[in-house]
T-cell receptor
Framework: DSGVTQTPKHLITATGQRVTLRCSPR?????VYWYQQSLDQGLQFLIQ???????AKGNILERFSAQQFPDLHSELNLSSLELGDSALYFC????????????FGPGTRLTVL | QKEVEQDPGPLSVPEGAIVSLNCTYSNSAFQYFMWYRQYSRKGPELLMY????GNKEDGRFTAQVDKSSKYISLFIRDSQPSDSATYLC?????????????FGKGTHLIIQP
């Protein structure tokens, strides 16, 4: 158990809908990262937050957004969902923005029908 | 050319064998290197972290980095059926700034009892 928690474990929704994925980092970690894992693309970095502020952006679509709250938990919002958004979404955390080791949560499996 | 190349396998070896897993990369900005293990439908688990060229050993695992050749390896000694999983190499650009990790697509390893 990495200490990173994610909810829900599974999410099934329809095209055009909006969903919110939640992540709680390890105790004491200030940085949260979001990744998408699909069969064809592998694990892709989406976005990073550090202590409530956005720090880095990767291959994140404009339909997706994230935030980190004062209690350091983070939410990833996915809107106008398409079939191709079906994937595993992982959250990872690290102690601070200078720490290179990232610990991953169990993931949320999103299915868009 | 992808930034990180990793043979997807599957790689099947008998129990007790030494396993060699490899990744090549093209971006010389990568400064730190990690290996993650991922069981089916689970989150990636950090196995090894290295910052410089050379070898690092932890139990049955040895990570090797050759920055001049842009080549990294993970060796598993005395392999066990419980080592059967997908192994992902991951790389980061800077230890001092914000960034997500760049992953290989993973090698599916099967240890035959």
């Amino acid at each position: 158990d990495s200490g990173v928690t994610q909810t829900p474990k599974h999410l099934i929704t329809a095209t055009g809908q909006r969903v919110t994925l939640r992540c709680s980092p390890r105790s004491g970690d200030l940085s949260v990262y979001w990744y998408q894992q699909s069969l064809d693309q592998g694990l892709q970095f989406l976005i990073q937050y550090y202590n409530g502020e956005e720090r880095a952006k990767g291959n994140i679509l404009e339909r997706f957004s994230a935030q980190q709250f004062p209690d350091l938990h983070s939410e990833l919002n996915l809107s106008s969902l398409e079939l191709g958004d079906s994937a595993l979404y992982f959250c990872a955390s690290s102690a601070d923005h200078r720490t290179d080791t990232q610990y991953f949560g169990p993931g949320t499996r999103l299915t868009v029908l | 050319q992808k930034e990180v190349e990793q043979d997807p396998g599957p790689l099947s070896v008998p129990e007790g064998a030494i396993v060699s897993l490899n990744c090549t990369y093209s971006n010389s900005a990568f400064q730190y290197f990690m290996w993650y293990r991922q069981y089916s439908r689970k989150g990636p688990e950090l196995l090894m972290y290295t910052y410089s060229s050379g070898n690092k050993e932890d139990g049955r695992f040895t990570a090797q980095v050759d920055k001049s050749s842009k080549y990294i390896s993970l060796f598993i000694r005395d392999s066990q059926p419980s080592d059967s999983a997908t192994y992902l190499c991951a790389m980061g650009r800077s230890g001092g700034g914000a960034d997500g990790l760049t992953f290989g697509k993973g090698t599916h390893l099967i240890i035959q009892p």
